[in-house]
């Protein structure tokens, strides 16, 4: 089918098939969740959790290896200039267990903890973030996650190894024509025999281009003795009928290995589906619950390398008798990517490590992390450039050759753009989040909202919702935040004071599930098409969770004797900034344009300013907005490389 042919989907639909995908059930705590909820559970996260004594050893010895590999193994110019990894360097982090960080040692992994691994991929993007990208597609989302969450015995014994050491895997999900809308998937897996007969074309499979095994997603047709649905499949890449038809290339990441992939007619043994048929959507979803923090790790990286280089450059550059650091102006853009990047290393370890405890539900979490982490790191890397000024704005290698230091500032900033997409945009996430953050109230009062509910269905959804409401509501009139001495522990001696954070950060909260339940009650069934509302909600939650785990790591930093008194400076100033954030989100609320907004919008689709658009020539070439993904046999050569 063509791209335009793309069976049509319903909004209902769409929404259906993404809800199924869900965790329907919360089997653990939440600390987000709570918070949404007006709930601010100090006690789930405070004390700060601690990895084990082994599990730091061994984080800590492969980390050693790790850098010295960075330092003497990887030609991050080369990559750059080349737009490719190296054959001998993917070859390199072969030899070292690069591939297998995550993976059992049992199946010749290294057997890292989700902190630690974290770690290495923020060391390695440091250096190239090609190559943290690739280790992240590889085992964030790639084979090893799913097969480890719900693989069977066989499929972990068959594949792991291989994962650990020798081949490289890749998650295709994505269509010419198909993006966060999974409803619309078009590639099909038809049961044949003892297997299935796999046909479509996958778009943006990072890895693709040099992987060895896929994890595909792909519609089984429901038939007698088949479910149907969306499903999970492991497909060797040098199957007959599997061709990479083009190595795309980005604004940043340039050597990113990512293809288009065409299927014809391959046959995948039953053996290699993953799960049940039409489990393969949440097999992805939960997948991406720890997937997700891979993306964050390699952006708090990424501030910490800015405020390096932000560090030396304002204390060498002169301008008007002292230091540019000294100017007021640049001092704050310092100030900020300082405070920010123990934020976002507070958020990252903090996620981690109640990942690696898995005493918590960590799904929003884990996507709070990825949302703030993507959208801070672009602002960081922003603001580097121009304290850089021109030299921001040169390239490294224009750098070097007028004799100046090679700093990459803005490649930093193309490669870091694609994070705010990746992995689900910040307007998905902000979907995601806001329906995670309204669970509750939708277990008990959505039926009062679904238009297919009979009128008996309502009153019983009436009866459930106001026994909710009348223990809850009470709850978000008074709290701790309004207790002067409340978290009185974050006010040590000698210390910055940050017990007024965590009692703004809970007044704040129950404000939030205030203002929550009033849309709900306003809008109702309207709520889930007021984007701009809801996005601002969940980035008011993004604030007040990073402020949190920025003050709990403050604390636990000041208990183990590292650098204390700098952690709360660092805590309250990035505190101090997060509020103001959170009280322009707060009144933008309902201060905003965004009914307006939408009435410009329809007069653009309508063209009725088209004629603003005169006076201008457009450089686009031709072609279809959205290629021709019609299954078939490739007509283009092979341009996969096996390493």
Same mark, same amino acid.
């Given at each position: 089918m063509t791209a335009s042919s793309v069976r049509p989907v319903s909004e209902r639909e769409a929404r259906r098939v993404a809800e199924a995908a869900r965790e329907q059930v919360w089997h653990k705590p939440s600390f987000a969740k709570e918070l949404f909820l007006g709930r601010f559970r100090l006690d789930l996260i405070h004390p700060h959790p601690a990895p084990a004594p082994d599990d730091v050893r061994r984080g800590e010895k492969f980390l050693e290896k790790l850098r010295e590999f960075c330092e003497t193994g990887i030609d991050a110019a080369r990559i750059e200039r080349e737009a490719k990894i190296p054959d001998e360097t993917i070859e390199g982090l072969k030899e070292l267990g690069a591939l297998g960080m995550k993976i059992d040692p049992k199946y010749g992994g290294a057997g890292l903890t989700q902190v630690y691994y974290n770690k290495a991929l923020a060391l390695v993007s440091s250096v190239s973030p090609a190559i943290g990208a690739l280790l992240s597609a590889h085992q964030s989302i790639g084979v090893p996650q799913p097969l480890k969450l719900f693989g069977t015995q066989e499929q972990k014994d068959i594949f792991l190894p291989r994962c650990a050491r020798t081949d490289i895997s890749a998650f295709l999900l994505t269509e010419p024509d198909v993006g966060s809308d999974p409803a619309r998937l078009a590639t099909t897996?038809?049961?044949?025999? +003892?297997?299935? &007969?796999?046909?479509?074309?996958? #778009?943006?499979? *990072?890895?693709?281009?040099?992987?060895?095994?896929?994890?595909?997603? $792909? @519609?089984?047709?429901?038939?007698?003795?088949?479910? %149907?649905?969306? *499903?999970?499949?492991?497909?060797?890449?040098?199957?007959?009928?599997?061709?990479?038809?083009?190595?795309?290339?980005?604004?940043?990441?340039?050597?990113?290995?990512?293809?288009?992939?065409? !299927?014809?007619?391959?046959?995948?043994?039953?053996?290699?589906?993953?799960?049940?048929?039409?489990?393969?959507?949440?097999?992805?979803?939960?997948? #991406?619950?720890?997937?997700?923090?891979?993306?964050?790790? =390699?952006? $708090?990286?990424? %501030?910490?390398?800015?405020?390096?280089?932000?560090?030396?450059?304002?204390?060498?550059?002169?301008?008007?008798?002292?230091? &540019?650091?000294?100017?007021?102006?640049?001092?704050?853009? &310092?100030?900020?990517?300082?405070?920010?990047?123990?934020?976002?290393?507070?958020?990252? +370890?903090?996620?981690?490590? =109640?990942? +690696?405890? /898995?005493?918590? /539900? &960590?799904?929003?979490?884990?996507?709070?992390?990825?949302?703030?982490?993507?959208?801070?790191?672009?602002?960081?890397?922003?603001?580097?450039?121009?304290?850089?000024?021109?030299?921001?704005?040169? *390239?490294?290698?224009?750098?070097?050759? @007028?004799?100046? @230091?090679?700093?990459?500032?803005?490649?930093?900033?193309?490669?870091?753009?694609?994070?705010?997409? !990746?992995?689900?945009? *910040?307007?998905? =996430?902000? #979907?995601?989040?806001?329906?995670?953050?309204? +669970?509750?109230?939708?277990?008990?009062?959505?039926?009062?909202? /679904?238009?297919?509910?009979?009128?008996?269905?309502?009153?019983?959804?009436?009866?459930?919702?106001?026994?909710?409401?009348?223990?809850?509501?009470?709850?978000?009139?008074?709290?701790?935040?309004?207790?002067?001495?409340?978290?009185?522990? !974050?006010?040590?001696?000698?210390?910055? /004071? #940050?017990?007024?954070?965590?009692?703004?950060?809970e007044r704040s909260a129950r404000k939030l599930a205030r203002t929550t339940f009033y849309a709900m009650s306003r809008w109702q069934g309207r709520m889930e098409t007021k984007q701009g509302f809801l996005g601002r909600i969940v980035d008011i939650g993004a604030e007040l969770f990073a402020m949190s785990a920025a003050c709990v790591r403050a604390e636990m930093l000041r208990t183990t004797g590292d650098h204390g008194a700098e952690a709360y400076q660092l805590a309250d100033v990035f505190c101090r900034q997060a509020r103001i954030r959170a009280e322009e989100l707060f009144a933008r609320l309902w201060t905003n344009t965004d009914e307006l907004d939408r009435k410009v919008v329809s007069g653009v689709l309508a063209g009725s300013y088209t004629w603003l658009e005169e006076g201008v020539l457009d450089p686009s070439g031709d072609g279809p907005w959205i290629a021709d993904a019609t299954p078939g046999p490739a007509t283009k050569e092979n341009v996969h490389r096996r390493v």
């Open positions: 897996a038809v049961p044949e025999g +003892d297997g299935y &007969i796999l046909d479509g074309v996958k #778009l943006w499979t *990072t890895n693709g281009v040099v992987a060895d095994l896929l994890v595909v997603m $792909a @519609r089984v047709p429901a038939s007698e003795g088949h479910k %149907g649905g969306i *499903t999970a499949f492991i497909v060797e890449t040098a199957s007959e009928g599997v061709t990479v038809e083009n190595r795309n290339a980005f604004m940043g990441l340039r050597g990113l290995e990512n293809g288009v992939t065409r !299927f014809h007619r391959v046959r995948v043994p039953a053996a290699n589906r993953i799960g049940p048929e039409g489990a393969g959507l949440k097999i992805a979803l939960t997948t #991406l619950n720890t997937g997700r923090l891979s993306l964050p790790a =390699m952006c $708090a990286g990424s %501030g910490k390398w800015c405020l390096k280089i932000a560090r030396e450059w304002s204390a060498a550059r002169e301008q008007w008798g002292k230091p &540019i650091a000294r100017h007021e102006a640049v001092g704050a853009k &310092i100030s900020f990517i300082a405070a920010t990047t123990f934020a976002l290393e507070a958020v990252i +370890d903090l996620a981690s490590q =109640m990942a +690696d405890e /898995d005493r918590n /539900d &960590i799904r929003i979490e884990a996507a709070l992390a990825k949302l703030y982490g993507s959208e801070m790191a672009w602002v960081m890397a922003d603001e580097l450039v121009q304290i850089r000024g021109g030299r921001g704005f040169e *390239t490294a290698a224009s750098l070097a050759a @007028r004799g100046e @230091r090679a700093v990459p500032a803005e490649q930093m900033l193309r490669d870091l753009r694609i994070n705010r997409i !990746f992995e689900g945009s *910040t307007e998905i =996430m902000h #979907l995601l989040i806001a329906r995670e953050a309204v +669970d509750a109230h939708l277990s008990v009062a959505g039926d009062l909202i /679904d238009p297919d509910k009979s009128l008996s269905d309502k009153g019983k959804a009436a009866a459930k919702a106001g026994g909710f409401y009348a223990r809850w509501l009470p709850g978000l009139v008074t709290g701790p935040g309004q207790l002067p001495r409340a978290y009185a522990e !974050f006010r040590p001696p000698g210390h910055r /004071d #940050l017990s007024p954070h965590l009692r703004y950060v």
